[in-house]
């Protein structure tokens, strides 16, 4: 058989298949098709660094903080991040009351203290902040340097643990969500009370209104645990005797603070005053006095 007789047989077998329908001639084209062509596997990966160095103790002295957060694309193609913020535990009435400002800067030292504020800027709190908007090509990343400022009417003493969530998307890919974790706290110098005596019966203790409305009530709390009635600030005033102490609660002395209350009557973390009284014996029998 000559070379050109084998060419023409080959190419009437490989016609009466396919004109059958054969399923060797679909093995056929599948594994031709497959074989000469490639996929290639889009990938948004998001990475974030540098929220644990928001975590500060706001002071009267040291109001404002700022410190660059870099959002990173590890991916093997571009995206674009989008950023959401998170109260995870502890006070929102903290959160809701520190300012933020963030704005994309071209490096980490670009982030200082008194840095100006840049074009694309976002404004808002921890507890509402618009989203951290960059392009990102595969990766790259992008430094944003955030400003937070506590306002006068931020809870004297609270905690909040807040999260700074990120996601990369391209399209349809969206990254897994990754989150940068932070603790924003108040000082823990808080406005004293006023205690009066009462012969070991019982102290009274009273505090400055401020600009709180009088219709607000008020409750002692020694920890989580209220002592005494709550009172409303036209009195600004509640008496405590030893019996409203905590059941088991040793002699010595014991930090007693003064919560504003919400509407439902629970306390809250604004504290309107907060000192010592001392619990002690006095003739075979429990007392009290203003004190440590």
């Not at 000559?2 to 004109?19: D, E, H, N, P, S």
């Not at 959002?71 to 571009?78: F, P, Q």
Request: aromatic residues 6%.
């Amino acid at each position: 058989m000559t070379a050109r007789l084998r060419v023409l047989l080959a190419v009437v077998l490989v016609a009466a298949f396919v004109g059958g329908g054969s399923s060797v001639a679909w093995a056929l084209w599948t594994a031709t098709g497959t074989t000469a062509s490639s996929v290639t596997n889009g990938k948004v990966v998001a990475g974030i660094t540098g929220t644990e160095a928001i975590t500060t103790t706001f002071t009267a002295a040291d109001p404002t903080l700022t410190r660059p957060v870099t959002l990173r694309n590890t991916g093997n193609i571009a995206g674009t991040t989008a950023t959401r913020v998170l109260v995870a535990a502890g006070s929102v009435a903290l959160a809701q009351t520190v300012d933020v400002v963030a704005w994309p800067v071209p490096s980490a030292g670009a982030c200082t203290a008194t840095a100006v504020v840049g074009s694309g800027a976002v404004r808002g709190t921890w507890a509402a902040l618009p989203s951290l908007v960059s392009r990102l090509g595969p990766g790259a990343d992008a430094v944003w340097c955030i400003r937070s400022t506590i306002r006068a009417d931020a809870p004297p003493r609270a905690t909040t643990d807040v999260h700074l969530e990120l996601t990369t998307a391209n399209g349809s890919w969206v990254s897994a969500t990754v989150s940068g974790g932070l603790y924003l706290n108040t000082g823990t110098g808080l406005p004293a009370f006023t205690c009066t005596d009462h012969d070991g019966n019982y102290v009274d203790v009273a505090w400055a209104r401020g600009t709180r409305s009088d219709t607000t009530y008020y409750a002692a709390y020694v920890g989580e645990k209220r002592v005494g009635a709550a009172d409303q600030g036209y009195h600004g005033s509640i008496q405590i005797a030893p019996v409203d102490l905590p059941q088991g609660t040793p002699a010595g002395p014991v930090t007693v603070d003064v919560r504003v209350l919400d509407d439902a009557g629970q306390p809250t973390d604004d504290i309107a005053g907060s000192g010592p009284v001392t619990l002690f014996t006095q003739q075979d029998g429990p007392a009290i006095r203003c004190g440590a």
